[in-house]
C-alpha cells in the first residue's frame, strides 16, 4: 500500500479568499496594468527588503535579465556563476552576448564556493550572480570581499530566499541588485512575476526603462503629464507585470513571514526525523536563516528511491540538473562534465522533499513515513 494515494506536490501556491477579492478588485477598476498597484508593490517589497527601489517585471527570468542589463553586461564580458541553479540564473548573461563561467558549489550547502572564484577571474570579469539556493543565503561577506578586491558587481538571485536574512539583514540588503520571482512554487506568487530590488538610483532607471520598450515614459507618465511625446533610447522589452498580478503579490506579502516560519518548522521536523538515517540533508550555516524553498536531501541510490517516492504518493524532484550540462551550453559554450565535480556528484544524488506553508502535519509525517519505509528498504 503506497503511504498517500493522491500526490503530494514539492511545492504549490496558497490563495485565499483576501488574495482573490484583491484581484478581483482590480477587475473592477481603471488600471490593469502599468497602474498604482505595480507602483504599490514595488514599495512594499523595497521596504520589506530594505533597499530604496524595487522594479517589479513579468517573471524571475526578466528580473534576471535587466539586472544584467543594467550593468551593462555585453558581448565579451565574463560572468561568474553556480551550475546548482535554474537555466535562468546564467541564460541573462548569454541574452546579453556575455559569457558564463560557471563556478562550482559547495559540498554541504551546494552554494557557490568563495573559494574558488578569485581562480575564475579574468581581465574580462565583469560580475557575479549569487544564487541562494534552496533558500539558504550564500557567504555573501566572502563574496563581497572578492568582489569589491576586482571591482565586480554582484548579482544576487534570490528566487529561493527572498522573505529570510542573512547575518540579521533582509535577502536584498546584502548587493548591488536581487532579484525575485513569484511563479506559484516560489516563496510567494503573482501568477508570473518577478522583482528587482536595488539601492542604486541608475539601475533601477535602466531596469523600468527596459522593461517597457526602452522608452524614456511609460503610458501613465504620458497621461499624468497630458503628453503624446515619448523616445525609444535603448532596445528593450515589453517586460511589464498587471495591476492584477501585483494586487495578489500585495497581498501575498503580507503572510510571507508566517509562511517562511513554516517551511522551517517543516524542515525542522525532517530533520529531526532524518537524523538516524543514511541520508544527507544540506548543511544550513549558523550565521543564516533559511528561507527553505526546497528541501534538499542526499540519497544513496537516487534514482531507485526517486521513483520508490513518487509510487508511495510523495511528489518529489530534483534541484538541479547541472546548468553547464544542458545540451544548449554543452553546444554553444563548450561545457560538459568535470567542469563542476562538486555539483556533478551532488546532481547524482539529490532530491528535493515536498515543502509548502500549506502542508498539514499529517502531510509530513507521511512524508516521513515514505522516507523511512524507502530507505530501511533499499540499504544492504
Ligand atoms: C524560478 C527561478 C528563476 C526564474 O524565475 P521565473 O519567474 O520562473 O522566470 C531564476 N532563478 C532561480 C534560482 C529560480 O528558482
Known sequence: MPVRSEILPYGRQWLDEDDIQAVVDVLRSDWLTTGPKVREFEEAVAEFSGTAHAVAVNSGT????????????????????????????????????????????????????????EAAITDKTKAIIAVDFA??????????????????????????????????????????????????VKPITTGEGGMIVTDNTEYAEAMRKLRSHGISADHRQRAEKGTWHYEMTDLGFNYRISDIQCALGLSQLRKLPEWIKRRQEIARHYDEAFGELPI????????????????????????????????????????????HLH??????????????????????KIISLPVFPRMTDADIEDVITAVRKIVSTTQP
Open 62 to 117: 526578466a528580473a534576471l535579465h535587466a539586472a544584467a542589463f543594467a550593468l551593462g553586461i555585453g558581448p565579451g564580458d565574463e560572468v561568474i556563476v553556480p551550475p546548482m541553479t535554474f537555466a535562468a540564473s546564467s541564460n541573462c548573461i548569454l541574452y546579453l552576448g556575455g559569457t558564463p563561467v560557471f563556478v562550482d558549489v559547495e559540498p554541504d550547502t551546494l552554494n557557490i564556493d568563495p573559494q574558488k572564484i
Open 135 to 184: 533558500g539558504q543565503p550564500c557567504n555573501h561577506d566572502a563574496i563581497r570581499a572578492i568582489a569589491d578586491r576586482h571591482g565586480l558587481a554582484v548579482i544576487q538571485d534570490a528566487a529561493h530566499s527572498f522573505g529570510t536574512a542573512y547575518k540579521g539583514q533582509p535577502v536584498g540588503r546584502q548587493n548591488e541588485l536581487t532579484t525575485f520571482s513569484f511563479h506559484p
Open 280 to 323: 544527507e540533508p544540506l548543511v544550513t550555516r549558523p550565521e543564516n536563516s533559511h528561507a527553505y524553498h526546497i528541501y534538499v536531501v542526499r540519497f544513496p541510490e537516487r534514482s531507485r528511491v526517486f521513483t520508490a517516492l513518487r509510487k508511495e504518493g510523495i511528489g518529489v524532484n530534483v534541484h538541479y540538473i547541472p546548468v
Open 327 to 348: 545540451p544548449y551550453y554543452q553546444q554553444h559554450l563548450g561545457t560538459g562534465p568535470g567542469l563542476c565535480p562538486v555539483a556533478e556528484a551532488a546532481y547524482e
